[in-house]
């Protein structure tokens, strides 16, 4: 057979052009929690992708460690877009690892939360998800409901209760809202810390797949945990309840930025975007990934029963400064362990 020449140019020039055409396309590179990525490669990456024509590479790993690494990698930069734990996000702030967003780039910033729109205080992230963070308990080894903070140190739950370490995110969040149920002001702790060195406590939980296990082994009654855990736990098919506490619930946000220096600020503000776009928080919602930010989205009863949602909901937390856990951090970790763990 033969074949034209200009044909065989076509043929030989093809390859050449496709992979100049591949080359050409941007690579948009997220650091973030590698939890449930399979669907948030579903609801988020597979779609933006499609929609920008550019490729999205997740790097994964816990706060401490990929804060450690934008710290590392300040001169050269090889992240865009960073998702973190809010006061994990302040750290990364003070030190200068990230760029000013620009909410005019971001059109659903005004379908976001209040407490979503500039967690930080200082224009850095939006927040696109949030959590309470409360109390778990047994409905059948506990017959009185738990109401407060304070009822953690009822005599029949000594040696049944689990405590988030400190390190945690929800660690400091429980130091707070005990020292607050304590009457302790913000400015001293001590009434948390001397309370917690008495707690009758079985064991201190890093992740919440530990606690989830704890509570089907029927080793724990009660335990201060995130919302974002209760999906898992109701699998357990125990009898649980989430407690109402009179002395609230904290609330937690996890945020998006742009890494400082990054060089494709513009495609990281599309995707910081469509992460707060009202069908993607509705995606992430009803696969129980994220309760959303965005306000506009509306669930089934029954998901958002396992979520943090709904205006009514969500006015009810207490949000922590960023600030004041930074500031305070190292010293309650030092305090946790000299006063606490022991």
């Known amino acids: 057979m033969k074949i034209h020449r200009s044909a065989r140019l076509l043929f030989t020039l093809l390859p050449l052009t496709l992979a100049a055409a591949h080359a050409q396309k941007a690579t948009l590179v997220v650091s973030g929690f590698g939890i449930a990525q399979d669907k948030i490669d579903k609801n988020i990456t597979r779609p933006f992708e499609a929609k920008c024509g550019c490729n999205v590479v997740f790097e994964v790993g816990n706060n401490a460690d990929r804060l450690a690494k934008l710290g590392a990698r300040r001169a050269n930069p090889n992240v865009d877009v960073v998702l973190l734990a809010d006061y994990f996000a302040k750290q990364a702030s003070a030190q200068g690892l990230l760029e000013q967003l620009d909410p005019a780039l971001l059109t659903n910033y005004s379908k976001l939360y209040d407490f979503a729109r500039d967690p930080l205080k200082d224009g850095t992230s939006v927040a696109f998800t949030v959590y309470s963070v409360g109390i778990v308990y047994r409905t059948d080894k506990i017959t009185k409901p738990i109401t407060s903070w304070k009822d953690l140190w009822r005599p029949e739950l000594a040696g049944k209760v689990a405590l988030p370490n400190i390190t945690t995110t929800q660690g400091p969040p429980t130091v707070w809202l005990v020292n607050r149920a304590y009457g302790g002001k913000d400015s001293n702790a001590s009434p948390a810390f001397i309370q917690l060195g008495k707690l009758k406590v079985l064991t201190y939980y890093n992740q919440s797949s530990q606690l989830t296990s704890l ?17 898992g736990l109701l699998n357990t098919k125990k009898p649980l309840a989430w407690a109402r506490l009179s002395d609230g619930q904290a609330g937690l946000v996890n945020v998006a930025s742009i890494v400082k220096g990054s060089k494709n600020a513009a495609l990281a503000h599309q995707f910081i975007d469509f992460m707060l776009s009202t069908p993607v928080q509705t995606a992430q919602a009803l696969d129980l990934v994220d309760s959303p930010a965005n306000k506009q989205v509306k669930l089934p009863a029954a998901v958002a029963a396992q979520l943090t949602v709904g205006v009514s909901q969500v006015a009810g937390l207490r949000f922590m400064d960023t600030a004041y856990v930074l500031a305070n951090r190292d010293n309650w970790i030092q305090r946790w362990n000299r006063e606490v763990v022991r």
């Open 215 to 231: 509570f089907a082994q029927d080793e724990i009654w009660a335990a201060p945990v995130g919302r974002f855990a209760w999906g």
